[in-house]
């Protein structure tokens, strides 16, 4: 079992928290209480190889 940490980077603004629930969910949501940052955790199976993924998605400075 491998762990990977992944960290979403970009400007204010920019669809991080979008872009990462579409990962995890496949679904696009429009809208997020933005000013707080959050980890998320998923299993997934990635050419036969098993993994944990810790996903850390930052709120921007405002
Ligand atoms: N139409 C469209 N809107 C998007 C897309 N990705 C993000 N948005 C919109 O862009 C705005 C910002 O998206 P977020 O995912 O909150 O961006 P963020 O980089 O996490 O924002 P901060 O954490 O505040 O910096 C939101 O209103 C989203 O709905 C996309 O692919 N298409």
Redesign the pocket.
């Known amino acids: 079992m491998n762990d990977v940490k992944l960290a979403v980077l ?1 400007g ?8 990462t629930v579409r990962f995890l969910t496949k679904r ?1 949501i ?3 209480a ?1 000013n707080f940052e959050s980890i998320y955790k998923k299993h997934l199976c990635l050419e036969r190889k098993q993994l944990n993924l810790e996903i850390y ?1 930052p ?2 400075q405002r």
């Open positions: 970009g204010e603004g920019t669809g991080k928290s979008a872009l696009f429009g809208e997020y933005s998605d709120c921007s």
